[in-house]
C-alpha cells in the first residue's frame, strides 16, 4: 500500500466539501433525479446501457431504509416515463440490512415489484465480507418470486468459486468484480495477477453453466481474455455484457465494444451522499486516489 496515498485518505475528511468536489465530480451524475436523468439519457444517446445508483450505505433506522426505498421508486417510475435503457443498483445495507434482514428484504421486494411494472431489473450490489451471506441469501430468496434481479460476486473472494458453483445455472445473472473492498487475506486473494485469474475462470464458469454474466472491470487484460474466449466458443452476443464505473476513462476501449455489438453498461452513482461516500471509498481503497490523479490528464 502506497503510504502517501494513505495518508491523503486519513486526512480527506479534514478538507472542505468545495475541494473534494472536483475530484468527485467526474464519477457521480449529481445529486437528484432530475441531474441524473440527464446524465443516463446522454449516455443512452452514445449507446451505453446505464445502471444507477442512489450512493449512500448503512442506515440506521427503519425510517431512513424506507426514505431510500421510496427514492428508488421515484427513480424507477422517471426512468419509465423518459424511457430509458437503465436499470438500478441498491446496496443491502442502504435498504436496511444493518436494522434488520426483513427491514432490507421486504424493502427490495417492494423495489422488485415496482421494477416488475416499470420493465426494470434490480442489482443487489456486494458490500464487505460481514454481509456477503445475508447478500446471497437475499438473492436467493427474491430469485424464488422474480426473475427481474442479480447478484453480485468478488472474484478477490477465496470462497467465490463456491459460491458461483452452488448459485450456477439457467437463471443467474451476476455482475462479476474484483471486490472494491480491503479484505483479510484469509478472506481475500491479494495476488492482483490471481485475482485476474479467478476473475476469468469464474466468468466462464457462469457461462459454462448457462448463467449472465455482467463482466463489470476496467482492467483490459481480464476484457480482451474474456472477449478472445467468447469468441473462440462463439458465444452469441445476448448471453453476457461489460460493465464499467461512469466517469473512468477507457481511451477509447468502450467504443470499440459497442461496434462490436457487446452490450456496455455503465453504473452512474448519483445522490446527495457523495461526499460521506467518496471518503468511505478513498479511506477503504487509497489505490484509487492514484487512479483519480492518473486520470485528470487522460481522456474518456
Ligand atoms: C460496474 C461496476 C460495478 C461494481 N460493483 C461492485 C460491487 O457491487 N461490489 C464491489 O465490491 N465492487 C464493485 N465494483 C468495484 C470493483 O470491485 C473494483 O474495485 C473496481 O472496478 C476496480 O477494479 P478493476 O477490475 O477495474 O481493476 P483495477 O486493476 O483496479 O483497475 C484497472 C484500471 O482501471 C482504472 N480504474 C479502476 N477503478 C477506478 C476508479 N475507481 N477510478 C478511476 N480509475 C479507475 C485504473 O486506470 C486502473 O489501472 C464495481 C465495478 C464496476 C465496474
Not at 131 to 146: C, N
Not at 286 to 292: D, E, R
Request: aromatic share 10%; charged share 25%; hydrophobic share 40%.
Amino acid at each position: 500500500m502506497n503510504p502517501l496515498n494513505s495518508l491523503i485518505a486519513a486526512s480527506l475528511p479534514l478538507f472542505p466539501r468545495l475541494f473534494i468536489k472536483p475530484f468527485a465530480k467526474p464519477y457521480v451524475a449529481g445529486e437528484t433525479i432530475d441531474e441524473a436523468i440527464q446524465h443516463i439519457k446522454a449516455l443512452n444517446e452514445k449507446g451505453f446501457a446505464v445502471t444507477t445508483d442512489i450512493l449512500g450505505e448503512h442506515v440506521k433506522t427503519l425510517d431512513e431504509a424506507e426514505n431510500v426505498t421510496h427514492s428508488y421508486i421515484d427513480l424507477l417510475q422517471a426512468i419509465k416515463e423518459q424511457d430509458l435503457d437503465c436499470h438500478i443498483s441498491i446496496k443491502p445495507t442502504h435498504l436496511g440490512l444493518d436494522v434488520g434482514y426483513d427491514v432490507v428484504r421486504d424493502n427490495l421486494f417492494h423495489l422488485l415489484e415496482t421494477a416488475k411494472t416499470t420493465g426494470s431489473f434490480v442489482r443487489i450490489d456486494m458490500e464487505n465480507s460481514p454481509y456477503t451471506d445475508a447478500s446471497i441469501k437475499l438473492y436467493l430468496e427474491a430469485k424464488l418470486q422474480f426473475e427481474n434481479v442479480g447478484q453480485v460476486i468478488q472474484a478477490c473472494l477465496r470462497r467465490s468459486w463456491d459460491d458461483i458453483s452452488r448459485l450456477n445455472g439457467g437463471n443467474l445473472n451476476v455482475r462479476m468484480c474484483k471486490g472494491i473492498y480491503r479484505e483479510s487475506e484469509t478472506i481475500a486473494y491479494h495476488d492482483s495477477k490471481t485475482i485476474q485469474t479467478q476473475f476469468v475462470d469464474l466468468v466462464k464458469q457462469v457461462i459454462n453453466g448457462g448463467g449472465y454474466p455482467a463482466i463489470a472491470t476496467h482492467d483490459i487484460f481480464i476484457i480482451d481474455e474474456i472477449e478472445e474466449w467468447l469468441v473462440e466458443n462463439k458465444i452469441s452476443n445476448d448471453r453476457f455484457e461489460f460493465q464499467v464505473l461512469y466517469g473512468v476513462p477507457m481511451d477509447g476501449k468502450l467504443e470499440v465494444l459497442l461496434e462490436k455489438g457487446y452490450t456496455v453498461r455503465k453504473y452512474v452513482p448519483f445522490g446527495k451522499d457523495w461526499f460521506d461516500y467518496s471518503i468511505r471509498r478513498l479511506k477503504e481503497n487509497p489505490k484509487i486516489i492514484t487512479y483519480v490523479f492518473k486520470n485528470m490528464f487522460k481522456k474518456d
